[in-house]
């Protein structure tokens, strides 16, 4: 290469001067070591992870119809929870992280006690699959959204269906799954 090009490719850095090294793809690996953790349980793909307030929980829900709360010091599953009839493809968390709202191809959204692993109430109307759920932070109402743009919020208290909020454009939504 032609030293003048060569010089305007280079950045102006000392040649002595480390370069950070970063991942050319994203990674779960510990920085600079070794995976710590594998968490084993479900039998088909994850489709969404978060984590609980505590900071040292996750809730991982897949296609296999379960949610499943997992210690990430131990990388023990310490709740799991069941009752889905179809991949599951949503779920919100309160904001005290005692109570989770799951939505499913099945047409349905479980309210769900995440301390003793608990369904408190199913809520089913929608006529297609539930592709999007949140629950308000004091876990009075929550809203789910189906893939023909249909929004149904519920009052948690008796299960029940207060508002209907159609989309004019009717758009469904495609999950992929």
Known sequence: MHASLQARMSPSLPRHTPLPLRPRTATLEQAGGLQRLVLHGHTAGVVRVAMLPSGVEAITASKDGTLRVWDLEIGDCTVQLEGHTG????????AAGDFLISGSVDRSARLWELERGRCMRVLQGHLTGVCSVVIDPLT?????????GVAWV??????????MLQSPYRSVLDTGR
């Open 154 to 163: 519920w009052e948690l208290a008796g299960g029940t269906c207060v508002h």
């Open 87 to 94: 991949a599951i493809t949503c779920f919100d968390v309160n």
């Open 140 to 148: 009075r109402f929550a809203v789910t959204l189906a893939t023909d």
